[in-house]
């Protein structure tokens, strides 16, 4: 993992109360911190209620002060027996700091229509990739040494966002984004395997189930009558090809037919696909 931004959250505990000494006969019955929360020059407050002994842990309520930006809806602060250096918000892949996040989230959706993370999220689509092989890029969140650097673009007013990681585009929850975090940069390499005459077979090097459902979708295998006018019987020709574990098995034909749909349909596609761009050079 790159370097992270450092100190990119700062936890204060403004207040203090403890609450149930008077309606609780005199017994303490529990404390309430609030803590304001500072991330990238924004600050929100939340109140975290500490456990009591042997009580379980409860979730921190927001908004005791209004943040000073309008913050994107998330898993809360969580707390975890004392108040931590460095808080960290849960999340699918728990592989961004809270800062990291919150500056992703603070990108996109300063970009975006909506004001909301989550509606949000839905208004972008992939548009690039490319590679830097010195790992110079740094994320829209902040992260470095980013190799494959995607472009992101929102659908509704246009706006891009370069360079942004494909751990951050997997924090949007969508498996369409998802799909293609894992297809564009292998086609970016089969492309360079092209540019520079390598022998490209229709083999797990270059191709995956996923490649191929991605080829089919975006139109690389127009109607002609070698595959009856439907481009669905060339997906699913060379993904039977693909799946069989003995390749010896394929016959000459087959493999005359796998190399002609190859040149002349899958190599002029990815050859010509816009969001496979250059690489910085
Ligand atoms: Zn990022």
Redesign the pocket.
């Known amino acids: 993992m790159g370097k992270w931004e450092p100190a990119a959250v700062r936890l204060d505990i403004v207040a203090h109360r403890w609450v149930g000494t008077d309606a609780g006969g005199a017994y303490l019955r529990r404390c309430e911190l609030d803590v304001a929360r500072t991330a990238r020059g924004i600050t929100d407050r939340w109140t975290l209620p500490l456990p009591t002994p042997g009580g379980p842990l409860v979730d921190p309520i927001e908004g005791r002060a209004r943040a000073a930006a309008p913050t994107p809806r998330r898993a809360p602060l969580r707390l975890v027996g004392r108040i931590a250096s460095h808080a960290r918000v849960p999340s699918r892949e728990a592989t961004m700091t809270t800062g ?1 996040f919150d500056a ?1 989230a603070t990108a996109v959706v300063g970009a975006s229509v909506a004001s909301q993370w989550t509606p949000a999220v839905l208004e972008w689509q992939i548009v690039g990739v490319e590679q830097d092989p010195d790992a110079g890029g740094v ?3 902040g ?1 470095t040494g980013l190799v494959q650097l995607f472009t992101i673009r929102n659908q509704h007013n246009d706006a891009r966002l370069f360079p ?2 494909s ?2 585009i997997n924090q949007f929850g969508r498996a369409d984004l998802d799909r293609d975090v894992d297809v564009l940069p292998r086609l970016l390499r089969l492309r360079e395997a092209l540019d520079t005459h390598q022998r490209v077979d229709l083999t797990s090097e270059h191709f995956s189930r996923a490649v191929l459902a991605y080829l089919h979708e975006q139109g690389a295998f127009p109607p002609d009558r070698w595959n009856g006018n439907d481009g669905g019987n060339d997906y699913q020709f060379l993904l039977t090809m693909f799946d069989k574990r003995k390749k010896d098995e394929i016959t000459q034909p087959q493999l005359r037919k796998i190399s002609v749909i190859l040149n002349k349909k899958v190599f002029p596609f990815v050859r010509s696909d816009e969001r496979l761009t250059e690489g910085p050079s």
Do not use: E, H
Request: glycine residues 10%.
């Open positions: 990291s992703l994320c829209v969140c992260q942004i990681g751990k951050c």
